[in-house]
């Protein structure tokens, strides 16, 4: 292989990035909450869900849909811990999880020049 202008430089960077490197464990985490995330029902929940906690029932009528799909994507966003629910009296009642969702949805959003 060819050696590039930037040796020096490249591999400095290249030791940096070997030594900074996620284990596989973690990288496999990380890609897939980026895949529950990004399925566009669920993405519809957890904006709904960024303006405070809601019933399943108020959640349908945010995000469109119906109950039966609205709940199979609350199960699997519960299921990788991007939202939580906890029961009031007869009411499931569903908030986001984790304050790092918050924080990426928001800077996504502004990186496309979204209002926020």
Excluded: W
């Excluded at 996620?22 to 399925?39: A, H, Q, R």
């Excluded at 609205?70 to 999880?97: E, F, P, T």
Aim: glycine share 4%.
């Amino acid at each position: 292989m060819e050696l590039c202008n930037h040796e020096n430089d490249h591999e400095r960077i290249v030791q940096a990035a070997k030594a900074h490197a996620m284990k596989e464990e973690d990288l496999g985490t990380m890609c897939s909450i980026f895949k529950v995330i990004s399925e566009p029902s669920r993405m519809k929940i957890i904006l709904a869900l960024m303006e405070g906690e809601m019933c399943v029932y108020h959640i349908v009528e945010a995000v469109g849909g119906n109950q039966s799909a609205v709940s199979h994507q609350l199960r699997i966003l519960k299921d990788n811990r991007v939202i939580r629910a906890k029961r009031d009296g007869k009411n499931i009642v569903y908030s986001i999880a984790d304050e790092h969702i918050l924080n990426i949805i928001t800077m996504s959003r502004k990186h496309l020049h979204c209002e926020v």
